[in-house]
Every structure is written in C-alpha cells, then in structure tokens.
C-alpha cells in the first residue's frame, strides 16, 4: 500500500504561480510512476504531469507546457509540481497518484487513470482573472 499525500493548493491571480507537493508514504519501494491529474468542476479527471520515479522521464499534457514542470525528491519521497503562469482554466482539484512497479511499459509515463493504483485526496488550486 501507498499512501499520498498533497500539499500546496491555493487560490493566486492569473499569471501567478503555485507549487504542489506530494509526499508518498508506505511501499514506496514500490513506486514506478508519480502523476498529477486534475478536475475541474462538471468535467472528467485529466492527465497533468508525470515522472518516472526511478529514471526521471516526464510527460506533460499539451495544456501545460512551458509552463508546469514535475520534479521528484526521492529521498523525501516527494513529487513536486511546479505550475507558473496559471490560467483561470487550470482551476481545479489537483490529485496525486502512483503507478505500482510492474503495472505498464517501464519506460513509458502513462497519460491514462487505469494504470494509477494510488490517489491522494486532491488539493484545490483557484485561479481568478
């Protein structure tokens, strides 16, 4: 079992920035990918970020490139996602989420929710124009 924690959330004006913290606890030997998924009110949870958790490869959804990087700390066990220049569109619960060792290509960030055995509990990010 892993357990996440997210941290970080707030509300900031357009153009600010905001950084997210993720701190998994439990198996996270076991740990092959660290995410970032987003909702926003009456829409689906979408793919933000990922990083794999051993060779530090990312992958970003279109939206937010340039302007969000995911990093790892994995002596504290920690994913961060650094976002700038937000947009009253990236308001939104954000979730951190974990992919189990052994569920996917090794190599290969996974954009979709099956492959994410592990959810935090989401932090709200508000973005006002």
């Known amino acids: 079992q892993v357990l996440l924690a997210e941290s970080g959330g707030g509300s900031v004006q357009a153009g600010g920035s905001l950084r997210l913290s993720c701190v998994a606890s439990g198996r996270t030997f076991s740990i092959r990918v660290m995410g970032w998924f987003r909702q926003a009110p009456g829409k689906e949870r979408e793919f933000v970020a990922g990083i794999n958790w051993h060779g530090g490869s990312t992958y970003y959804t279109d939206s937010v490139k340039g302007r969000f990087t995911i990093s790892r700390d994995n002596a504290k066990n920690t994913v961060y996602l650094q976002m700038s220049s937000l947009k009253p569109e990236d308001t939104a619960v954000y979730y951190c989420?974990?992919?189990?060792?052994?569920?996917?290509?090794?190599?290969?960030?996974?954009?979709?929710?099956?492959?994410?055995?592990?959810w935090g509990q989401g932090t709200q990010v508000t973005v006002s124009s």
């Open positions: 989420a974990a992919v189990p060792t052994g569920r996917g290509s090794y190599a290969v960030v996974p954009a979709g929710r099956t492959l994410y055995d592990y």
